[in-house]
Nanobody
Framework: QVQLVESGGGLVQAGGSLTLSCAVS????????MGWFRQAPRKEREFVAA????????YYKDSVKGRFTISRDNAKNMVYLQMNSLKPEDTAVYYC???????????WGQGTQVTVSS
């Protein structure tokens, strides 16, 4: 069974930065495409970013391009989301996911809250 545990969320002022981490156990991490999603209050969960198994291919939601960076460390079974220039509209619960496909994924973490104050 694959398990994902996110950390690093918190409260930050607009313009600030946070780095989310996701620890993955079980399965062969280096084979996984990894992704980050988020869900704001009263909104549907949405894709934020994804990274291929080798860390070379990355994909982003348009509104976070240039501000967020996804990365991974296959030796540590970790995936990260560096978030800069945060905006109040980035406020959401952020979820780590294995093998994202549209709005679905094979496995999900429990989520970590990110709150950006104006």
């Amino acid at each position: 069974q694959v398990q994902l545990v996110e950390s690093g969320g918190g409260l930050v002022q607009a313009g600030g930065s946070l780095t989310l981490s996701c620890a993955v156990s079980g399965g062969r991490f280096s084979n996984f495409v990894m992704g980050w999603f988020r869900q704001a209050p009263r909104k549907e969960r949405e894709f934020v970013a994804a990274i291929n198994w080798d860390g070379v291919g990355t994909y982003y939601k348009d509104s976070v391009k240039g501000r967020f960076t996804i990365s991974r460390d296959n030796a540590k079974n970790m995936v990260y989301l560096q978030m800069n220039s945060l905006k109040p509209e980035d406020t959401a619960v952020y979820y780590c996911a294995v093998n994202p496909n549209a709005d679905q994924a094979d496995y999900w973490g429990q989520g970590t809250q990110v709150t950006v104050s104006s």
